[in-house]
Every structure is written in C-alpha cells, then in structure tokens.
C-alpha cells in the first residue's frame, strides 16, 4: 500500500488533506513556477479547485468532511503531481494572469508572462492613449493570453496573434472564443514576422523563447512537460530576440513600440546589441526582464 493509498483510506477534512499535500510537494522536491511559487500554495489551489471550491476562500473549509468520492479525486491528482512532476496548470487545464483564467494543455507552455503585468496598466506611459492603438502583434502568442490581455487593454486594437505552432494555435483558438474576441484577435501560423506579409503594428509585444542551451539541460522535470519549441534559444537563449530585432521594425508604424520579454537574458543581449538603447521595464521582479524599443531606435 503506497502512502496514497493510505490517504484514501485515513484523511478525512480538507486540513487533512492540506497538510498532506505539501507534506507530500515538500518530500518530493518539486519545483513551482507554474502558477504558485512554494508547496503551500500549490497544494491548497490543487484541494480547493478539485473540490470545486473558490479558490480564494479556504477557511471556511479546513474542517469539512470530505465523500470518499471527493478524497479519492484530490488525492488522485496530488499522486500525479508529486509522481510523475506534471505541472498543476496542466493537471487542472488552467492558467490565471491577473483575473484572467486561460485553458491550457501540453501543447502550450503554462502562461507567466511579466508582460501582463504592463498590460494591466496599459504600458502607461509608454503608450499615452490607449484608444490611439489600432494594431497590436502578439508575436509567439501560444495560449493566447497576452492578445487577449492586449485586447482588453486597447479597445479600439485589432490584434494578430503568431504562433509557429498550429496545436498552439488551436489552444488559443480555444481561448479567443471564450473570451468572446474572434472579432477582434485574428490567429496566424508564422515562424516569427516570416507569414506576416507587410503588416504594421502600432504595438507588438512578444514573450519568445529564451531559456539558454546550459539552462535547457539543467531544467527541473516539471518544465520540461511544456513544449521545448516555445522555450528553447540557442546556446545564449538570443536567438528567437535576435530574430525579433532584426525584422520588427519593418513592421511597426513610424510611432509603434517593442515590447519584449527575455528572462535572465539582460547581459548577453546588451553585449549582443551594444548600440541599441534598450529600455528596461519595471515589473514585479525587477528591471531585467522586459524591454521596450521605439521605432526609430531599431535597425
């Protein structure tokens, strides 16, 4: 009888089975970043939306009994997340930015964009009125989440979202419907600007991969159930940005902006581009993983 097994046959309350699960998260070793950033918080999204409970609302459950039915699937799914090191995001088939909730799958990385954090507040004062963007690229867009966040932030935009992934392209297909935007965010399978003909954008904002060849390898398991197209760069992690900066200002209007996410990657891309005049955006984590170029600053 495996320590799961016994679960199922001894704990009853929502506690219990709270303090099994990051007893368990903590046993295993597992690596967050999905969603939740240590074993405590994990384990409770992982009981209370199993249980189908608010997910912000948990004190009002810790003594509740729980039906064999409702312990047998929240100890069902903590077996997969500590066994086989499945992400929760995956296990759960959903992603939260914000108030934003995004279904997701295998077939697009989890959604941990700093860049939706800018989308919140517009890019102020990047952007001085958001009514004044017509045209928005999403370029990488995977799930769909920053072109939905795009629309939502600039309600006058007509956003493309470029993915080189056509199953990518079917989970934010997914996403675009259940926001009610087919209106208004138009898919495109494009390897980088390649199938975006002479389109030009007064904003394209872009999350592409960037985890270096060293990092790839040293990947902790439960990244490495998410596409390695979507994270994969190159021995520098550049080679995705290098792209980006080569082509985006061929498609950007006179006045349009670049924004750019690229993980631990501020000092190889500044010694990459000594001659570009990069602005670093301020984000929850700091100011080392999100730049913004203007038009007139790019090749």
Known sequence: MTIFDEAK???????D?????VSRCNEAGLAFGHGSLNAYDEAAYLVLHTLRLPLDTLDPFLDARLTQSELDAVVDILRQR??????????THEAWLGDFRFYVDERVIVP???????????LSPWVAD?????????????????????????????????DISPDALE????????????????????????NLGGRQ?????SNPPYVDAEAMRGLPDEYRHEPQL?????????????????????????EGLLVVEIGHNRDALEHAFPDLEFTWLDVSAGDEYVFLLRRDQLP
Not at 9 to 15: E, M
Not at 17 to 21: C, D, K, Q, T, V
């Open 82 to 91: 500590v066994e086989r090191r499945i992400p929760a995001a995956y296990l």
């Open 17 to 21: 089975l709270l303090r099994f699960a």
């Open 9 to 15: 046959a001894s704990l009853a309350t929502v506690r």
């Open 201 to 205: 954008y007064d904003l394209i904002v």
């Open 230 to 254: 979507a994270l994969a760069s190159g021995d520098e992690g550049l080679d995705a940005v290098r792209e980006i900066l080569r082509d985006a200002g061929q498609h950007l209007a006179p």
């Open 130 to 162: 958001p009514g004044d963007v017509g045209h928005a690229l999403d370029m990488c867009t995977g799930s769909g989440c920053l072109a939905i966040l795009m629309a939502h932030a600039f309600p006058n935009a007509a956003v493309d979202a470029a």
């Open 112 to 122: 941990r964009s700093f860049i939706a954090e800018l989308l919140r507040e517009q």
């Open 171 to 194: 989970v934010a297909r997914r996403n675009v419907g259940d926001y009610g935007l087919a209106d208004r965010v138009n898919l495109i399978q494009s390897n980088l600007f390649a």
